[in-house]
């Protein structure tokens, strides 16, 4: 809430509105911004979150209608730094958001009930018991603070099927795609730096694209560091790994992941 200077009620009153109504706000959501976000080429702003569930919708800015070609964002004026994700970066097939009211896929998710192991993950990042255990790590692996690139082609299937736990029917390839790039920025980064980084020194860069707090995005980080380790595959690791008792009541259809049609096969693997 907005503090208030104590000159008398009608001036009160007068300044709030007058502070609320010069306030800049997001067209999207036509609130104040939330981690502002500059579209180039044309440099209209937006929140973080609005402008990047937009682009999945089609790449024109909301304002002027210009192709957007990267969006700029987590900007530190005092230290004059921001990041930058290029649409062009985006792989084709993520380049558009199906609302699941217009895909027939979606028909057959409705009708399909969400899979019991991905009702234990999505419950595990909403209630985030604590951990008892995970698989033991492999000795080759137990040092690993930073994911490698020869490691993503095992972390790829884990990162698809915990984004559904986490994001449900929000889930969109795109995000998913960036989120890999993401994940090897410690990598990177520590092959030119002298300060080595670690997994949770990106914390804040991948709750941004959960549109998560700390807590949920730290967790997710844990579970894939300890079934990298693991050197097991993905359901022998979420069946090992054991937690505090958790309620955990079924998921309303709002909450279930989006799932292919093409998993019609096998419902007991990961997608």
Same mark, same amino acid.
Not at 117 to 134: E, F, T
Not at 203 to 220: F, G, H, P, S, Y
Not at 249 to 262: C, G, I, M, N, R
């Given at each position: 809430?907005? #503090? @208030? ?5 009608? #001036? ?17 959501? &036509?609130?104040?911004?939330? +981690? @502002?976000?500059?579209? =180039?080429?044309?440099?209209? $702003? ?5 402008? @990047?569930?937009? %682009? ?27 990041? !930058? ?25 409705? @009708?399909? *009930?969400?899979?019991?192991?991905? #009702? =234990? ?11 008892? /255990?995970?698989?033991?790590?492999? *000795?080759?692996?137990? /040092? ?14 884990? &990162?698809? /099927? !915990? ?9 969109? *390839? ?7 790039? %993401? ?5 990177? $980064? +520590? #092959? ?9 020194d990106i914390l804040d860069q991948v709750a941004d694209w959960l549109n998560e707090n700390d807590q949920v995005t730290r967790r997710?980080?844990? !579970? ?14 979420? +069946?090992?790994?054991?937690? !505090? ?7 309303d259809e709002d909450d279930k992941p989006t799932v292919d049609s093409s998993d019609d096969n096998d419902n007991d693997s990961p *997608?």
């Amino acid at each position: 809430m907005m #503090k @208030r200077k104590r000159h008398g009620p009608h #001036k009160d009153s007068s300044n709030s509105y007058t502070s609320f109504a010069n306030q800049p706000r997001c067209t999207i959501c &036509l609130q104040g911004f939330t +981690n @502002r976000t500059f579209v =180039r080429d044309c440099f209209h $702003s937006f929140c973080f979150v609005c402008i @990047r569930q937009w %682009i999945n919708v089609t790449p024109d800015c909301p304002l002027c209608k210009g192709t957007i070609q990267a969006l700029i964002y987590n900007i530190v004026e005092d230290l004059n730094t921001y990041q !930058e994700y290029r649409l062009a970066d985006k792989k084709p097939t993520a380049t558009k958001h199906h609302p699941s009211s217009s895909s027939s896929s979606s028909v057959i998710d409705r @009708r399909k *009930p969400a899979r019991p192991w991905l #009702k =234990r993950r999505r419950a595990l990042y909403r209630y985030l018991p604590s951990v008892i /255990s995970y698989p033991p790590p492999q *000795p080759s692996l137990s /040092s690993l603070t930073v994911i490698q690139p020869d490691h993503m082609p095992k972390i790829i299937p884990f &990162l698809q /099927s !915990e984004l559904q736990a986490i994001l449900g029917t929000a889930y969109d *390839p795109f995000i998913e795609t960036h989120l890999q790039t %993401i994940l090897l920025v410690p990598y990177h $980064s +520590n #092959k030119k730096a002298t300060d080595a980084m670690t997994m949770y020194d990106i914390l804040d860069q991948v709750a941004d694209w959960l549109n998560e707090n700390d807590q949920v995005t730290r967790r997710l980080l844990d !579970e894939m560091l300890a079934f990298l380790k693991s050197g097991v595959n993905y359901m022998t690791f979420i +069946n090992a790994a054991h937690y !505090e008792p958790m309620e955990h009541p079924l998921l309303d259809e709002d909450d279930k992941p989006t799932v292919d049609s093409s998993d019609d096969n096998d419902n007991d693997s990961p *997608p």
